[in-house]
């Protein structure tokens, strides 16, 4: 029997969030006030973009996203709710913005990603290099971590960006081989475990972090080999997180893990050799970034 294309698949079938998945949203005057920040600055967080239920506790934790590179992608992956599209021309005066806005919020720690630009030459890597020394004009104490797309691959893109000295690189492998067709597929995950080898080879020691979500339908035969394969280029730092639905046009969730079960696979990871994990229902890719990356300064 032939594979359904992804319009064949009847994407309302979704199950029930369970109780541990239950969050409000945030709401409250300080809240307000960052978000009022944020907005001033014609800039876009993947915090508010995706909806992120962690929002409150990292703005609290002065840890905020910054989505640069404009706000539509031009891949499709299937479990994320970025729009898809031509990509608007790049904005030079964005990264200043970024920047402002972050002393403006008093951040502690600022996390750098995009969507994915394979319509410009360097992917954007540029961008997130001046970005980067922007911030790093305006505060030297703040901590930066960017999450970059693949580059398609392209060392000289990535060597521009780790040349500008994040404190963390961080690219996701987001899900197991067998299921990138349909989750991420115009990603490779061989060109995404090169990538977070070429940052642990980098001269410079710049920590590597990855991450997973859980819930796309991989076995737990496949998440272990995975786990293996990402420690095995050099990854210091790893996140485990829930796959939710953003949408019933992405995919389903097959399963939801129990947080006894993101538990084991925080003991299996470290177990594997991370220096730092985190697992959880609500694990993004952003979530307790600073408090990962003091620990492993420490
Ligand atoms: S490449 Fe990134 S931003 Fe683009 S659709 Fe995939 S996950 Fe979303």
Redesign the pocket.
Known sequence: MDKPTNSEIDYRISIKKPVWLRRRLPTGPDYERVRGLISQGRLHTVCQEAKCPNQFECFSARTATFLILGSK?????G????D?GPGEPPDPEEPARVAAAAQRMNLRYVVVT???RDDLPDGGAGLFAETIRRIRRLSTDMLIEVLI?DFQGDPQALEVVLQAGPHVLNHNI?TVPRLYATV?P??VYERSLALLSRVSAFKTPIPAKSGLMLGLGETSREVSATLRDIHATGCKILTLGQYLQPSKRHLPVKRFLTPEEFDRWREEALEIGFAEVVSGPFVRSSYHAKELYQALAD
């Open positions: 992608c031009t891949r499709r992956c479990f994320c709710a970025i898809g995009s969507v994915t797309p987001e991420r115009e990603a």
